[in-house]
């Protein structure tokens, strides 16, 4: 059984480029989150997903950043017009339920390095 | 607002000796506790976790402590080895949020041969 996979592992962009950063949960996962780390901190909450529903996305940036999860293919988190601020790790995370109690699967991460 | 805090940002331990990790939360909405561990450059691996309703859950050499009146729990690795080194975070969830995790810091664990 695969683990949660993210595509790219490293991304470089330069100010005002596009990001798009892609998370395919574990097989058998609905729900998709999205969290970014900055450096020296720890782990933030974005936004969470089931299949082309956006359930709670109160941790996203309100201008420039938007994330879907469409019917078919990966889950996308898709950055506009980049700051150099915006250079973090991006990590999606996968659980076959909703609702407290269910371990999130992380994936290995998309670091994003803004120039 | 920091409402899950690991107030040791490292930990050095003596492989074979105990290493407690711990970890206070303000909000008592929360229901749900994880451990996660992480390598540089990798993602997060979930490593135990404990339901509000129990007050301690083993696996292995990992053992998680709840004490609730206290907002308080803590990570026990027996007997610690040197491939334990790596961040710890620790993370909370609630039911009404929908499962988000809410983490930590981390703390840094350096297990010496």
Same mark, same amino acid.
């Given at each position: 059984n695969a683990g949660v996979m993210q595509n790219p592992r490293h991304?470089?962009?330069?100010?005002?480029?596009?990001?798009? $950063?892609? *998370? +395919?949960?574990?097989? #058998?996962?609905?729900?998709?989150?999205?969290?970014?780390? $900055?450096p020296e901190e720890g782990l933030k909450f974005m936004v969470y997903l089931q299949k082309e529903n956006i359930i709670d996305e109160s941790g996203m940036p309100k201008e420039r950043f938007s994330a879907e999860f469409p019917k078919? #293919?990966?889950?996308?988190?898709?950055?506009?017009?980049?700051?150099?601020?915006? +250079?973090?790790?991006?990590? *999606?995370?996968?659980?076959?339920?909703? #609702?407290?109690?269910?371990?999130?699967?992380?994936?290995? #991460?998309?670091?994003l390095t803004v120039t | 607002d920091q409402q899950v805090k690991q107030n040791s940002p490292s930990l050095s331990v003596q492989e074979g000796r105990i290493s407690i990790l711990?970890?206070?939360?303000?909000?008592?909405?929360? =229901?749900?506790?994880?451990?996660?561990?992480?390598? &540089?450059?990798? @993602?997060?691996?979930?490593?135990?976790?404990i339901s509000s309703i129990k007050d301690k859950n083993e696996d292995g050499r990992f053992t998680v402590f709840l004490n609730k009146s206290a907002k308080h729990l803590s990570l026990h690795i027996v &007997?610690?080895? &040197? @491939? =334990?080194?790596?961040?710890y975070f620790c993370a909370a969830s609630a039911k009404e949020y929908g499962n988000k995790l809410v983490f930590g810091a981390g703390t840094i664990l350096r297990v010496k041969s």
């Open positions: 991304l470089v962009r330069r100010r005002g480029q596009e990001a798009r $950063l892609r *998370c +395919s949960p574990m097989k #058998g996962h609905s729900h998709v989150y999205w969290y970014r780390q $900055l078919e #293919g990966p889950s996308i988190l898709r950055i506009q017009q980049v700051v150099r601020g915006d +250079s973090a790790a991006y990590f *999606c995370a996968s659980s076959p339920r909703y #609702g407290g109690g269910y371990e999130q699967y992380f994936g290995p #991460g998309t670091r | 711990n970890c206070d939360y303000t909000n008592s909405m929360f =229901d749900y506790f994880l451990w996660y561990k992480k390598y &540089p450059a990798e @993602g997060p691996t979930f490593l135990i976790s &007997p610690s080895q &040197p @491939g =334990d080194s790596a961040v």
